[in-house]
């Protein structure tokens, strides 16, 4: 078992900029082996951004990322799918008039036969990923039928089992539960459960403080691009968890409150962002 | 399992027929029976349905074929080829000249024209990648600009802008692209040669499943680790092949080059691929519709040929045709998209 404290993945002061946009400013955390890290944030916070340079879909604007303690850069998301990173895309990444099977496996595909005679082993395609979606609860009865035909929530879970199955050593899932009713949601949940206990590291963007709350281990906010700072299960409760994760703004609330200084509600997205870089040491 | 998403859910069992019917090449395959009825009815007493008859629309259909078969997979890929009319006239310069103006061995011509059909798709591939233009824009631009390369060149260095091959008298590659076995003309071979290995290559390689992925969402699939900027550029490299293939079969065929040929081929190669089920925007579609389009246009290019009329009808005809071939497969589509 690796030690805990070796990170898996770490981003050191990690910037993007796209243009004039600031989407990340100076982000450091890491993902650790069998524990699931959490992301949170508010709308436009800069998660999607960040699991991107994760998995090699942006390059950072400053700073690098590090696997297992070694800088890294990710050309494309190829490099990173190659070093074990496998990632749920907000958007899922599938391609809709594409059958099934054929988005399963579109980027690693089976093959069989040898030299020029070697091709897409369909039958295998099929026969896995009807395998892999009975196990999240799915029965298909046409592995080739397009992926338009699936409901929403079919079609998360689909592209949770694809990354699950693929996932080496890191899985990233960006609101994986977003579409899903409360069932399937509890089984993506026991799904992450079963990927941590098996010694991967899971980085799991919510919405939800409840989810996170019940299958975190660690939590990192990010607020406006800036980190609100990292946090271990036991240091935060799901209430406070809950006001970070409005971004600051709760947070400026209450340090007001305790501060007595009382000052008024409105506060300013200039007011929330200064208050994002400081609350690390609050925190 | 009970509580699965789907198998509790009530499914009615549709069959192989109803699978049938949501083949993207249906159209294009009921259009070839119904177009091959009507001139069989029409122009049946003129020779259409001779075996000289089917040597002259399958060689018709066999040249556009040869070129429609990769322009199908750029398009499923989600891209256009409109470069590909003037480089079939560009490589058939090259052939042409380096023959009879510089004493090349025929082989050595040829090959000249492959590789700069090669160059030349790789730029369009390129440019299209790197600027972000849409390719129906880049390659375009392409058309004029290989068009007027091979008419400048060709004035230049011959004066003239149609060339005779003279006395080439190379058995061998005289057989293989202009040869003929009965009335049939070898290109014909060609045209099914590549339709088969266009169908095996999209719907049995790994790489027939990235075409189908880059065209159908270039971001999706690049998230997932296909390389779509080399599936792309190999696909305008491929059409551009294809092109420079048709020269040599024309110019060998012919015995003499000309710097317009091949113009509008870019636009029927196009509209072969649509009446064969590819959809414009990508991502959906098959060779063998492409290779069933193109015989539509050579069965009614030359059965209204057979019939006497002026074949100034031929074009309002191929327009009719693809705009109900477009209709038709919208619905073809659209019930593929449901079908479960
Ligand atoms: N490609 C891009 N070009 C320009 N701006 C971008 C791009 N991608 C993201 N942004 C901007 O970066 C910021 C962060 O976006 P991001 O998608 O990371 O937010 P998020 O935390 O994932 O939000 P959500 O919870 O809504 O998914 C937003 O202001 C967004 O507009
Ligand atoms: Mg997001």
Redesign the pocket.
Request: overall charge negative.
């Given at each position: 078992m690796m030690a805990n404290d070796t990170p898996l993945m770490e981003a050191r002061g990690v910037s993007k900029y796209?243009?004039r946009?600031i989407?990340?400013e100076d982000i450091s955390m890491d993902v650790k082996a069998g524990q699931v890290t959490c992301l949170l944030?508010?709308?436009?916070?800069?998660?999607?951004?960040?699991i991107?340079i994760f998995s090699g879909v942006?390059q950072p604007t400053k700073g690098a990322m590090a696997l297992d303690g070694e800088e890294v850069r990710f050309d494309s998301p190829r490099d990173a799918i190659d070093r074990g990173i496998a990632t749920v895309f907000?958007d899922l990444a599938m391609i809709p008039l594409m059958g099934i099977s054929r988005n399963f496996f579109i980027g690693r595909e089976p093959t069989t036969g040898v030299g020029p005679f070697k091709r897409f082993d369909v039958k295998k395609a099929d026969r896995i990923t009807r395998e892999e979606l009975d196990k999240i609860g799915i029965t298909l009865r046409d592995t080739t039928q397009p992926v338009s035909t699936l409901s929403g929530g079919e079609r998360q879970s689909v592209a949770i089992a694809r990354a699950v199955y693929f996932g080496a050593k890191i899985l990233i899932l960006?609101?994986p539960t977003s579409a899903l009713g409360v069932k399937q949601s509890a089984m993506v949940l026991r799904y992450i459960n079963r990927t941590r206990q098996q010694g991967i590291g899971v980085v799991f963007?919510t919405?939800s403080v409840h989810h996170a709350y019940v299958i975190g281990d660690r939590y990192t906010v990010?607020s406006h691009?800036h980190s609100l700072g990292s946090y271990e299960k036991g240091e935060v409760s799901m209430a406070e968890l809950e006001k970070l994760m409005a971004g600051g703004k709760e947070l400026e609330k209450l340090e007001d409150e305790l501060q007595g200084s009382g000052a008024t509600n409105g506060a300013s997205n200039e007011a929330a962002r200064s208050e994002g870089s400081t609350s690390e040491t609050v925190g | 399992m009970a509580q699965s998403a789907t198998g509790g859910k009530p499914v009615r069992d549709v069959g192989a027929l109803r699978r049938l019917l949501t083949r993207p090449e249906l159209a294009a395959v009921a259009g070839s029976i119904l177009v091959f009825a009507f001139f069989a009815v029409v122009a049946g007493d003129y020779g259409f349905l001779t075996t000289a008859g089917a040597a002259s629309y399958l060689e018709v259909a066999a040249q556009l074929g040869i070129v429609a078969v990769p322009v199908a997979l750029l398009m499923i890929a989600g891209e256009f080829d409109l470069s590909v009319g003037s480089m079939v006239g560009a490589a058939g310069m090259i052939i042409a000249i380096s023959v009879s103006e510089y004493g090349l061995p025929l082989l050595v011509g040829v090959l000249l024209a492959f590789a700069v059909a090669l160059v030349v798709g790789f730029l369009n591939g390129y440019l299209v990648i790197k600027t972000g233009l849409p390719s129906f824009i880049v390659t375009l631009g392409m058309l004029f600009a290989l068009r007027g390369l091979t008419i400048g060149f060709a004035r230049l260095l011959t004066g003239r802008t149609q060339i005779g091959l003279g006395d080439s008298g190379s058995g061998v590659m005289q057989t293989l692209f202009a040869g003929s076995i009965g009335d049939f003309p070898v290109s014909i071979i060609w045209w099914f040669a590549l339709a088969v290995l266009g169908t095996y290559v999209l719907q049995r390689t790994v790489f027939g499943n990235w075409i189908f992925g880059a065209g159908g969402d270039a971001n999706a699939a690049r998230n997932v680790g296909v390389p779509v900027s080399r599936v792309k550029i190999t696909l305008f490299m491929c059409t551009a092949a294809s092109a420079a293939l048709l020269a040599t079969i024309q110019v060998l065929d012919a015995g003499s080059a000309d710097v317009l040929r091949g113009t509008l081929l870019e636009l029927q190669a196009i509209a072969a691929a649509v009446i064969g089920g590819v959809l414009l925007t990508g991502g959906y579609g098959s060779v063998i519709g492409a290779l069933f389009g193109a015989l539509i246009f050579g069965m009614v290019q030359q059965g209204i040929f057979f019939t006497g009329v002026s074949t100034d009808w031929f074009q309002v005809f191929v327009g009719v045709m693809l705009l109900i071939a477009v209709m038709f497969n919208n619905v073809i589509r659209r019930r593929a998209a449901e079908a479960r």
């Open positions: 796209f243009g946009v989407a990340l944030g508010d709308n436009g916070a800069g998660k999607s951004t960040l991107k942006h907000q960006d609101e963007i919405h990010l691009g | -």
